[in-house]
């Protein structure tokens, strides 16, 4: 036998052997990792906080269907057929003062009622409206609460997106899905708790993103969402260089180790032990990725149901595939961020294009769940930032208009994971600017989705400057009414 | 060497004493009771009379007494509440979710019984010189730092560690110093140096080094929210790069900390000021500006001051007096009518709250060319422009108006307006919730201000106020840094609060003590910090016994020396000089390096411009700053997002890192080119390998150590060996052209051997 061979058979005889005693602790962080301040209790961090879940949890994991950009809730939910025969009247000052308005379109000389262009249908059981560019989703109708007196405080896309994922209009707050990787750990062994993924529609290009929307703010980064990129790798260096095989990085992979174990020995310092086992879950990673994107092994079927985009990497379609493959895989928090909403003019040209790109495939991804009995503890989530105005941005004409950015009212829906389906939450006015009844604000939301998680989320806190701060900061109520009868 | 697996007590220099536990200590209020209190009474019986209950305060002893004083403790009111079984009568109220424990409840009853003593916060009092403490003949103490922690070990039954080895030491001192490893020639010329005095020359050189300032500024940067976009939506470009230069300058040149905090708070009104102080004031424009249209300016340019006033209260106070912007502070003495005071200050710039579309924001200056090397006449600080606002866009119905923009020969800078723009308390703190009925003057909180004669009444006299000998929280904040960054936790781990939710110091008195010698040297920064790298507690040993992590994790009581995680910007730049090709050169426009494809467009509106050439080997202080997509592998490894006033950041330990450093391209072409720099150097494969690892680890590798790099090695070449296309597939990996003259298997294989030395947990850590 060639010597080097026969050392190498007989290092990794002894790497296999020499695996079991790499502390079991530091193996059990994983993808959870350790912070210096925790390395005496590596094992804590990827289970969550001792005391959670505070109580049972109706839902285990969450995929929230971000609609970034503000939709018009007066064009796809907010059935207002009054509307009609008020087309082109001013918008009374009363229902919508000025000081309401951006400053986008609080100089026009007139703000002229714009109903929607669209045909609104009552469907499934239950009667839910839909516009009929909501088609697919409408089919699942008696599986969503839509909420239509949603509500916030900021005006504008940045505040507003950080709001809805932070609870709070200024940056620096941890994102919903690193508070729910900070109290509940992580269920996989080899993908991270949470994952955010992004897509832009075939209409204009969108509202860009920050890293903001899915970082962990003040709580440890190891908490923040991993982005999978929208094209390559999706991971960012998940692959090995060019001319590196498996093997390659698999010796290599056992001589780091085999070289930290001695450096452990000789330094004692657990950090060392959570780096190896690390970098032995770094490896899992590499080896499970190309499975979980490899889409050949769907049905024809399901497939089809999504839609032809779903091969295309980057597409709203193949993240709802996605999404659900990673739900599967015990992925905690699976947030999407469609890009497009934000029409300020064409607006009926724009949306039906943003429809088109996504109704299928959100209805695919709840049929999917529901068929394969996740739906039950899934909770789905699906809204944007902010709603649109009643008035038209810009000339309003029978075919076309646009609308400005509106916090005042806009509609969301959630689904299964505990959720009562085929009703309906809240009231707007006759115009959609105001909430009239059952007002949700941003907090009510985010409490809402904790209780569902089985977290209480005025005891879901984190020390940072001298104050045990929230994700729904000293606000926030859980909507009961939404629950499930017998869940709450 | 230790040959195998099994833990020897003798190799534990700093092994565990044993010893009856300390009797109880009497009841300490700050250290004791005043945590409780505040975390589970103020809330509704702290300074804030907006949620006060029962007209009841608890925060200070002359309101309380009704309820404290008593014969014996459960005969006292507050007792007999906490006790309570009946719902309605005990406190905390369920309703808070804060439940008191048992222990607390033990400890106020102790307190109760011992007359309820108050003391005033300890980090309201100015600091007191202490008395270096007595510790035995045959202790080493280098410096009196070395009394103050051999002091506490006892109680804690810890032990000193030995000096690390030399070796070890000038790779510590290199990196604390510079950032960066040292040369195998400087750590040679270290072995071989006998003086008494070699250690002590070290240290003066790499103080001298121009590396320092570079290596230094950045947590001063993370502090200050340095970046060279806006941070909100679009994230739109910024021109501050003079300023991040004036700060590694000012660092380089030993400035003296009063100094730097007066002349970047309020420089620009120092008399005969000069360019670069003016320059220095950038510090208070390094927030973030909304650009986004449809944006309110009078509700940002709110946030704009108020993130000034939050900067300065974290970075220079060390205080969160962003708390009371909407209501009094919860725990400590500052109502919100003095965080609108404070507020006044930085009020009167003449400013814009939207800012432009890419550029930046008035005010701001034109820097002549021949920046940093100024004339005298060019070194005289200027008149910015006056503010001009134009319509956003021109189509019907926009009503935004934005300034004109700064090109990049610009700098923002602040600027007093003659006419003072009023300042109001905001109720709530909303931008449009102003309380008219009266404008408020500047002022400093009482709490805090005990020694002056007379309130500072524009931002000059603020910063003097700051840097007053007899200010109780500015050297404490200062030094504490410094220590955090040597230590990796300071002697307050919260190094964002001393106020009374922080955490006390480990060694109140070291703290006193470094914070007196910066300013009795006039505040001296390089002298101070000196003094800490001088002391036998920092030269000690990072090796660790189990007993050792059991009894103090996270090294507190410094019986040993520091071992953690490189900052990522050392990180890289490590990588990079390791492997020759980091270009040293000081300051100018920031680079953009190698990042991800599509990094920005993917999610954004923007495109990242890579840089080709020398730009992609600069050191990561001058990597392109984009806030709202900072990168990914900085981040990865817990950088500051520069969003915010950031001084204190985990350090995480993830697969993220690993995948960072095995498969970037940064850290695959730095493995490359060091793989390549060892074989044009030496043939005997021994001495290319030793090389390798002496430029990442400085140290010789053991004989095991070198068996196994050898092995790797050679596991590595039989795979490239039959197999030319993946070699050179992997040694075109990064745009530093290879060595065609080198075997190209041999120096694949060689290449993975370095990215494995660099994935060594040592390769990354100062030990």
Redesign the interface.
């Known amino acids: 036998m060639h010597p080097v061979r026969e050392l190498q058979t007989h290092l990794h005889r002894r790497h296999f052997f020499g695996r079991v005693g790499v502390g079991m602790a530091a193996l059990s962080t994983l993808l959870s990792g350790s912070s210096a301040a925790s390395a005496a209790s590596p094992a804590k961090s990827s289970r969550g906080l001792a005391d959670l879940p505070h109580f049972k949890p109706q839902a285990r994991r969450v995929i929230y269907l971000f609609q970034s950009g503000g939709p018009s809730q007066l064009d796809l939910l907010d059935y207002k057929p009054h509307l009609q025969q008020r087309f082109g009247e001013e918008v009374p000052q009363s229902i919508y003062p000025d000081e309401r308005k951006t400053t986008m379109s609080n100089a026009q000389a007139a703000f002229a009622t714009t109903p929607s262009l669209f045909a609104f249908h009552q469907r499934g059981e239950s009667g839910l409206w839909f516009s009929e560019l909501l088609q697919h989703t409408g089919q699942l109708a008696d599986e969503l609460c839509i909420v239509n007196s949603m509500h916030t405080p900021a005006i504008n896309h940045d505040p507003a997106i950080t709001m809805l994922q932070t609870g709070s209009q200024i940056p620096g707050r941890p994102s919903a899905g690193a508070w729910l990787s900070y109290g509940l750990g992580n269920e996989s062994s080899e993908l991270p708790a949470f994952v955010a993924m992004s897509s832009r529609g075939s209409g204009k290009t969108g509202q860009p993103l920050y890293d903001r929307l899915w970082g962990s703010g003040f709580l440890p980064s190891v908490h923040q969402g991993v982005k999978f990129r929208n094209q390559g790798a999706p991971v960012l260096d998940i692959y090995d260089p060019p001319g590196v095989d498996a093997q390659t990085r698999r010796a290599m992979l056992d001589y780091v180790r085999e070289l930290n174990e001695r450096k452990f020995q000789q330094m004692g310092d657990p950090e060392i032990q959570t780096r190896i086992a690390q970098y032995e879950l770094a490896g899992r990673m590499q080896a499970s990725v190309p499975e979980l994107t490899d889409f050949r092994q769907e049905s024809a079927a399901v497939l089809q149901a999504y839609g032809p985009d779903v091969k295309r990497q980057g597409s709203y379609a193949h993240n709802c595939l996605m999404a659900r493959r990673l739900a599967e895989r015990g992925v905690r928090f699976i947030q999407l961020f469609h890009q497009g909403w934000d029409q300020h003019n064409a607006l009926p040209n724009q949306i039906r294009k943003q429809c088109k790109d996504t109704d299928q495939a959100t209805a695919a991804l709840l049929k999917d769940l529901k068929s394969r009995g996740m739906l039950e503890d899934t909770l789905v989530i699906w809204g944007g930032e902010f709603g649109r105005t009643v008035y038209s941005q810009g000339k309003l004409t029978k075919q076309n208009y646009g609308r400005d950015h509106h916090g005042n009212c806009f509609s969301v829906w959630l689904a299964g994971g505990g959720i009562q389906g085929g009703m309906t939450y809240g009231k707007t006015d006759d115009y959609s600017v105001n909430v009239v009844e059952n007002g949700m604000e941003v907090h009510d939301l985010n409490a809402t989705m904790l209780h569902l998680m089985g977290i209480d989320h005025e005891r879901l806190v984190f020390p940072f400057q001298g104050r045990d701060f929230r994700l729904t900061d000293v606000h926030g109520r859980v909507v009961e009414e939404i629950l499930r009868v017998g869940n709450s | ?2 040959r195998n ?1 099994l833990w020897l007590p003798t190799l ?1 220099i700093a092994s565990v004493v044993t010893g009856a536990p300390a009797a109880d200590p009497p009841i300490d209020f700050s250290r004791d009771v005043q945590p409780i209190l505040a ?1 589970k009474c103020w809330n509704c019986h702290g300074p804030d009379p907006q949620t006060r209950e029962g007209g009841l305060r608890l925060d200070q002893r002359s309101d309380a007494e009704h309820v404290l004083a008593a014969e014996k403790a459960s005969a006292s009111e507050l007792i007999r509440r906490v006790r309570a079984t009946d719902p309605d009568q005990k406190m905390p109220p369920a309703s808070t ?1 804060k439940p008191l424990t048992d222990a607390e409840i033990k400890v106020l009853e102790s307190w109760v019984e011992q007359g309820a003593p108050y003391a005033e916060h300890w980090a309201f009092r100015s600091p007191v010189r202490p008395i270096p403490p007595a510790v035995p003949a045959d202790a080493t103490v280098r410096n009196p730092i070395d009394a103050f922690v051999l002091a506490q070990l006892p109680s804690q039954q810890l032990t000193p560690s030995p000096a690390a080895d030399r070796t070890t030491l000038i790779r510590r001192l290199t990196f604390d110093l510079t950032g960066l490893p040292p040369t195998i020639a400087e750590v040679d010329a270290f072995l071989n140096d006998s003086s008494e005095y070699a250690y002590e020359k070290l240290v003066d050189r790499l103080l001298r080094s121009s590396r320092y300032g570079e290596h230094m500024a950045v947590p001063w940067l993370d502090a200050a929210r340095y970046a060279d976009t806006d ?5 739109r470009y910024r021109y501050m790069h003079v300023w991040r230069d004036w700060v590694v300058m000012a660092l380089n040149e030993n400035k003296p900390y009063d100094q730097f905090i007066v002349e970047q708070i309020a420089g620009d009104m120092l008399p005969d000021a000069t360019l670069k102080q003016q320059i220095a004031t950038g510090f208070c424009r390094n927030h ?1 500006i ?1 650009s ?6 009078q509700e940002w340019h709110v ?1 704009n001051v108020v993130d000034r006033v939050d900067t300065m209260g ?1 970075a220079i106070l060390g205080l ?1 007096v ?2 009371a912007r909407c209501h009094d502070h ?3 003495p500052l109502s919100a009518k003095e965080y609108y005071q404070l507020f006044a200050y930085f009020n009167n710039a003449p400013e814009w709250g939207i800012g432009p579309n890419n550029g930046n924001s008035p005010p701001f200056i034109t820097v002549p060319k021949s920046w940093p090397d100024l004339t005298p006449e060019e070194n005289i600080a200027r008149t910015p422009a006056a503010l001009e606002l134009r319509p ?1 866009r021109k ?6 108006e934005r300034p004109q923009a700064g090109n990049a020969q610009t700098v923002m800078v602040m600027h007093e307006m003659e006419t003072p723009r009023p300042t109001y308390f905001l109720q709530r703190g909303q931008f ?1 919730l102003p309380d008219k009925s009266n404008v408020l003057a500047p002022a400093v909180p009482a709490a805090l201000s005990g020694f002056l004669d007379r309130t500072p009444r524009n931002r000059l006299e603020l910063a003097e106020w700051l840097v007053d000998p007899r200010h109780p929280l500015t050297a404490r904040v200062a030094v504490n840094r410094m220590w955090q960054q040597f230590f ?1 936790v300071g002697l307050v781990k ?1 190094a ?2 001393f ?4 955490e006390p110091p480990s060694h109140p008195d070291l703290l006193d003590w470094l914070a007196l010698e910066l300013i009795d040297s006039d505040w001296n920064v390089k002298a101070v910090q000196k003094q800490i790298l001088m002391s036998a507690t920092y030269r000690q040993s ?5 007993a ?3 009894a103090d ?2 090294n507190r009581w410094l019986a040993r020396g520091p ?3 490189l900052h990522p910007f050392a990180l890289r730049d490590t990588m990079l000089a390791s492997s020759g090709l980091l270009v040293e050169q000081i300051g100018g426009p920031p680079a953009m390096p190698y990042m ?3 990094i920005w467009s ?5 495109k990242y411009k890579q840089d080709q050439g020398s730009q992609l080997y600069r050191r990561s202080i001058y990597t392109f700053w984009r806030r ?3 990168p ?1 592998n900085m ?1 990865n490894f ?1 950088s500051a ?1 520069r ?2 006033c950031v001084v204190r ?12 450093l ?4 940064t850290f ?1 072409e730095a493995a490359r080119c060091l793989a390549e720099r060892t074989l044009q150097q030496t043939a005997d494969q021994t001495d290319v390998l030793v090389s390798g690892f002496r430029q990442l680890m400085a140290r010789q590798p ?1 004989p ?2 070198l068996r ?2 050898q ?2 090695y ?3 070449y ?2 490239y060996e039959t197999d030319d ?9 990064g745009e530093q052209p290879r060595d065609e003259s080198l075997d190209a298997s041999r120096h ?1 294989a060689l290449t ?1 051997t370095m ?2 030395l660099m ?4 390769a990354i ?1 100062k ?1």
């Open positions: 060497m230790l697996n534990w975390s979710k941070g909100y939506q679009n994230d973030r909304n986004e249209d449809g944006s309110i300016p946030e974290t969160t962003g708390c919860k725990y400590d956003a189509e019907a119905g926009n009503g935004l449009d990796g919260t964002e609060n106020g009374l939710q922080g990072s090796a660790v016994s189990p050792q992590i059991a994790p996270d071992r953690f995680r991800p494809p599509k993917s999610i954004s509106n923007n709202t997509i900072p990914p981040v817990n997002e969003e915010v950041k985990d350090r995480t330990n993830t697969p993220l890192q690993a995948l960072t095995m498969n970037n391209i695959v053991t095991e150590e196994l790099i092995q790797a050679e596991t590595f039989l795979r296309a993946s070699a050179l597939q992997l040694l075109s990996v694949a993975m990215s494995m994935n060594l947990d040592e850590t030990e």
